[in-house]
């Protein structure tokens, strides 16, 4: 296929030294992602849980009363959920960002007359991209001359049956006319001149004209819009915070009642506090940690050897309820 333009300098592409200089105004074709969560973050995250804080507070005041064996062995099983949490995460960030760098397309981009094979990352807004059968596109751009160019767009809009793509060398959609701004263009039906990050060809070639980048693309709001998503708490951390609250609640009112009436009845206010610690340390339940992080630890085992990724330790809790 011969692609013709009526532009001699739209043909040559960006020359390197305007690509360069695009580059560093508006920053990588890449779609903003959080930083990996450093290990005190990770660390601290799983402190907040009241379980987690149940089974310090145990250890703790076993510690406080002499009882060197227990306390080390709840402190033990502390670390254990820590290190899960940090191990866990870390792992499947390593992967996934291993997975991103293997899964970002490529682009066939016209510079300064030549073609070249550059990471998608590297586009620029006002490259010139060659589209071919079996390419991902890396950016939204304008189609200037295409030949029988059908791309899916399920990625964008959950429809499998692939669009049909025409030429449209009319202004970007951003410029103003004497109408006024034109329509922004979406995704979706056939002989649209736009073509969006992330679909794919699966016929045909064509030629198109860069017009956005990164987070401007669609695929790019999309993701910004799916960040302000804030996670539900899971319903099993829900319902243990819940026993957890009711049962230290409980535990504190017999503590208290106990050293009052022993201290009372007998006078002995050093033995009263130490009987009601014993009251108390008796009605807490130590074991519930033990046992979820138990549970845990087999959980990840398990998505390991199935080769499953999980970032948080709360998705082994949903999977499990589901």
């Not at 094979?117 to 071919?132: A, F, K, T």
């Not at 751009?141 to 669009?163: H, I, K, N, P, W």
């Amino acid at each position: 296929m011969q692609l013709t333009v009526e532009q001699r300098s739209i043909n040559e592409g960006l020359s390197p030294a305007q690509a360069a200089e695009r580059f560093a105004a508006e920053g990588p074709n890449e779609l903003p992602r959080a930083g990996a969560r450093p290990l005190g973050r990770i660390a601290l995250g799983v402190i907040r849980e009241p379980m987690f804080g149940l089974l310090l507070a145990a250890g703790a005041i076993y510690l406080l009363l002499g009882d060197l064996a227990e306390a080390l062995l709840l402190m033990a099983f502390a670390s254990i959920s820590i290190g899960i949490a940090i191990v866990q995460e870390s792992r499947s960030e390593r992967v996934l960002e291993a997975l991103r760098d293997l899964t970002s397309p490529r682009a066939l981009v016209i510079r300064g007359g030549e073609r070249l094979r550059i990471p998608g990352r590297e586009l620029v807004r006002g490259d010139l991209i060659v589209l071919s059968e079996g390419d991902r596109i890396a950016a939204d751009a304008r189609v200037l001359a295409c030949e029988d160019l059908q791309v899916d767009e399920s990625l964008l809009t959950g429809e499998s049956v692939a669009v049909r793509k025409r030429a449209g060398l009319e202004p970007t959609p951003s410029a103003w006319t004497s109408a006024g701004p034109a329509p922004e263009p979406v995704p979706g039906g056939d002989d649209l001149p736009t073509v969006f990050a992330g679909t794919l060809v699966v016929r045909g070639q064509g030629l198109a004209h860069v017009e956005a980048t990164g987070a401007r693309s669609q695929i790019g709001r999309i993701g910004q819009a799916l960040g302000g998503i804030v996670s539900a708490t899971p319903r099993l951390t829900q319902e243990t915070r819940g026993i957890v609250r009711t049962v230290a609640l409980i535990g504190l009112v017999c503590c208290v009642l106990a050293i009052v009436l022993f201290g009372l009845l007998r006078g002995s206010w050093l033995d009263a506090f130490l009987a009601g610690i014993a009251l108390g340390m008796s009605m807490l339940p130590e074991e519930f940690p033990l046992v979820l992080t138990v549970f845990m630890v087999m959980g990840a085992w398990r998505l390991s050897q199935a080769r499953v990724l999980t970032r948080r330790a709360a998705a082994i809790e949903t999977l499990g309820a589901a």
